[in-house]
């Protein structure tokens, strides 16, 4: 008897994916980090809107020019993890400036400020975000990737979700006081850098990971073959149907709901994208990246018709839990697509350029969907969205 309960519990234990503690640390790394960062970005554009006076375009090109910002930052973050053979240095760095950033945002006067700040957030967040992904499949089995970079998702949107929850508990404490919220966010940020430093290894650099000289070389860009190239013009149009969240919360913002409960919007959104993207990853390694991508772009169609045909605050609640469903059931994924095509010495530059031609695509499509918003109505910016999941779909169909 107990031969076959030993037996059957060592059965289960290899059953079970047993995850890396880097990828563990790593993940409560990016949950403290967007504790810090969701506290401010989900009051950033209502109060850029409704204390600074800026328009909704406004709103849509600095959202995109940021977020661009860390793009064209990541590929070269990338490419030099792969000349130096390290991650964790540079994913240190971009940390480290995301939190020295932080203080800025409670103490900026004006517009200038704050944009500058969000621009040199971005910045950390461009450095570490392609050696960090690295870093990830680096000390991850292949095996287990999808669940490897599901799991940092999910802390990382579990951090999502605790952000714009404390945000909406301090503004009721503080009488809706924008700057008190932002200086509690400074704290968080520095428990990531802490964890980060104290408790991440970097692995020995495999045989196959030697450094490459010249990453962004063409004789080493060729190297990363079709399928990784295929992947990248997908995941390019599919950006261009998941615009910037500030959208969700302007949403929120047109139908009435107040400045003090805004943030549940994304509060509502994280917890949907982070019960989803554990599972959805784990499913990917079981049954293939493919059927799992194409449920996520359903999702991110659904929710765009939610949004704009559906009236009311069912209409609002449904599509943005449907928004965070689509990330949960996409943004991992890819990641793991990215780790499954790109040579192991050449994952930071697969990331780095991944990341570069997405933010171009997610730049177009803010200030679109910003355009659309003010010349149209919200729901040509959804209807226009849903189109290019559509398209997005159909690719991910013939894809082999």
């Not at 409670?106 to 704050?114: D, Q, V």
């Not at 059927?291 to 599509?319: F, K, S, T």
């Not at 040509?380 to 969205?385: K, S």
Request: no cysteine; proline share 5%.
């Amino acid at each position: 008897m107990r031969s076959a309960e030993k037996t059957e519990h060592s059965t289960t234990a290899k059953a079970l994916p047993k995850i890396p503690r880097s990828v563990w640390a790593l993940g409560f790394v990016s949950l403290f980090m967007d504790i810090s960062s969701e506290m401010i970005h989900a009051l950033l554009p209502l109060y850029m809107v409704t204390v600074l006076g800026t328009s909704v375009v406004a709103v849509g090109f600095i959202e995109g020019i940021a977020e661009a910002t860390a793009a064209i930052t990541k590929v070269f973050s990338g490419a030099l993890s792969d000349r130096l053979g390290k991650r964790k240095l540079l994913t240190v760095l971009g940390y480290g400036l995301g939190a020295l950033t932080k203080p800025v945002f409670p103490m900026a006067s004006g517009l200038e400020w704050l944009t500058a700040a969000r621009f040199v957030d971005r910045i950390g967040k461009g450095i570490r975000g392609a050696p960090r992904d690295a870093l990830v499949a680096d000390v991850t089995p292949p095996e287990l990737r999808g669940a490897a970079f599901g799991l940092r998702q999910t802390l990382d949107t579990v951090g999502a979700f605790l952000g714009p929850l404390l945000a909406i508990v301090l503004m009721w404490l503080t009488a809706s006081h924008f700057q008190t919220v932002f200086w509690v966010a400074v704290i968080p940020a520095f428990v990531a850098v802490y964890i980060l430093v104290a408790f991440v290894r970097e692995p020995e650099t495999a045989p196959s990971a030697r450094p490459v000289r010249s990453p962004l070389a063409l004789h080493e860009l060729v190297r990363l073959g079709p399928a990784y190239w295929r992947l990248i013009g997908l995941a390019m149009v599919f950006t261009l149907a998941r615009f910037s969240e500030a959208f969700l919360l302007l949403r929120a913002q047109d139908m009435g709901l107040a400045p003090l409960w805004a943030p549940a919007v994304l509060v509502l959104m994280a917890l949907a994208y982070s019960l989803s993207a554990y599972p959805a990853g784990a499913l990917s390694d079981r049954v293939g990246r493919r059927g799992v991508l194409m449920i996520g772009l359903a999702l991110l169609i659904a929710a765009d018709l939610l949004l704009a045909l559906l009236p009311g605050w069912a209409g609002l609640a449904l599509g943005v839990a449907a928004w965070g469903l689509h990330l949960g059931f996409t943004q991992g994924v890819f990641a793991a697509l990215i780790a499954d095509s790109a040579p192991a010495n050449l994952r930071g530059t697969a990331f780095g350029l991944f990341n570069l031609l997405t933010g171009v695509a997610l730049l177009v499509a803010s200030v679109v969907a910003g355009l659309l918003w003010d010349g149209a109505g919200f729901q040509a910016t959804f209807l226009v969205g849903a189109g290019f999941a559509g398209a997005t779909l159909v690719g991910v169909m013939l894809l082999r």
